[in-house]
């Protein structure tokens, strides 16, 4: 997907070298992030692309402070409009999350809760932010409603979450993530639990809802296929780093960093306009154990063409041109 000609050029939040370790009953804490930093701007879909384990999750429930107790903020800063999201109290916070920042969650099975109506959850968020008599709140969520996609808004109003297939429920979450007009969701794997038909379906609604209210997402997921035609921009994260960082369409067609071109070569077959292929795709070796990170690339194991610098040293970021970022040695640093 090329970039939206009408995006926002505001910096709406600003992750800047962001560590966050989990703290283990015995051994060593699990450094998650390492100094990871990544810019999201007014009304722009960024996608966060990495493995099971490589952070990604850790990066978005820091965005909206929601990590569990056992995890430690090790330094950097999470600005949001000017404000250091770090630095707020838990009441602070309150204000922000649902009404500025939401959360579309990965399994809404999981997150919705089965004996408490649809609209009665929905209307909890709007309670929780906004002023409005309960007709007013009945109308907005009719409204919330018809805009993710339901004819028969009466039906879901009523409904009971145990009562809906999983893309209605699914629906349901982003109309309550949009129940105030927030100016950045986080979606976390939002269509992992759903099947191909129904993952295009929930992927052109979030697309829609971006453009049509100027909304900034952030989109997690493992699979490129599902960033490909949704996002503007895509930072991929190996390890607890983001390794590197690019427009959408020049990542799956020229991807710089050797664990960017596997993650695109697995997938290559699905991707339109990619120049790497191969029949039999797979990724060896396994990534590394965050409770010791050695010296050097954490990548260089898993790369038959590592030089001996990449054991020597750890990478430093290079911009590759004025849209590109990437942590590899091959690139000058």
């Given amino acids: 997907m090329k970039g939206n000609p009408e995006l926002s050029t505001e910096t709406l939040a600003l992750v ?13 804490p699990v450094r998650a992030l390492d100094q990871a930093s990544l810019e ?15 952070g990604k ?17 090790d330094g950097g800063s999470i600005r949001f409009r000017g404000r250091d999201l770090l630095e707020l109290s838990e009441a602070e916070l309150r204000r922000i999350r649902g009404a500025q920042i939401a959360l579309i969650p990965q399994d809404p099975a999981l997150a919705l809760n089965p004996v408490v109506q649809v609209s009665c959850q929905i209307a909890e968020v709007l309670r929780a932010h906004v002023s409005m008599t309960a007709k007013e709140r009945a109308r907005r969520i009719e409204g919330l409603l018809s805009e993710v996609g339901f004819d028969q808004t009466g039906h879901i109003y ?8 999983g893309g209605q429920r699914q629906r349901v979450a982003i109309a309550q993530a949009m129940a ?34 100027g909304t900034a997402f952030v989109v997690i997921s493992h699979d490129p296929t599902v960033l490909a035609g949704l996002v503007d921009r895509v930072a991929v994260m190996y390890a607890g780093r983001i390794v590197e960082e690019g427009p959408t369409e020049e ?12 993650l695109v070569r697995l997938c290559g077959r699905y991707l339109p306009n990619t120049n790497i292929r191969k029949r039999f795709p797979c990724m060896d070796g396994e990534p590394p154990n965050l409770t010791g990170v050695g010296v ?18 750890d990478t430093e970021e290079t911009t590759h041109d004025p849209c590109r970022r990437v942590s590899c040695f091959k690139y000058g640093n």
């Fill in 158 to 165: 009523h409904a009971y979450p145990h009562q809906l297939s």
């Fill in 40 to 54: 999201i701007r007014s009304g722009e879909l960024v996608g966060i692309l990495g493995e099971s384990g490589s």
């Fill in 251 to 262: 990542i799956f067609r020229r991807p710089l960093h050797p664990y960017t071109q596997a």
């Fill in 296 to 313: 050097g690339c954490r990548f260089a194991p898993r790369w038959p063409e590592k030089m001996e610098v990449c054991a020597e040293r």
């Fill in 16 to 28: 800047h070298r962001l560590s966050v370790a989990y703290l283990l009953d015995r051994g060593q």
């Fill in 57 to 73: 999750s850790t990066l978005a429930a820091a965005l909206l402070r929601l990590l569990p107790a056992n995890a430690r903020y």
């Fill in 180 to 213: 105030c007009r927030p100016q950045l969701v986080i979606a976390d794997e939002p269509t992992s639990k759903l099947d191909a038909s129904l993952q295009d379906d929930i992927l052109a609604l979030m697309r829609e809802i971006g453009r049509r209210h």
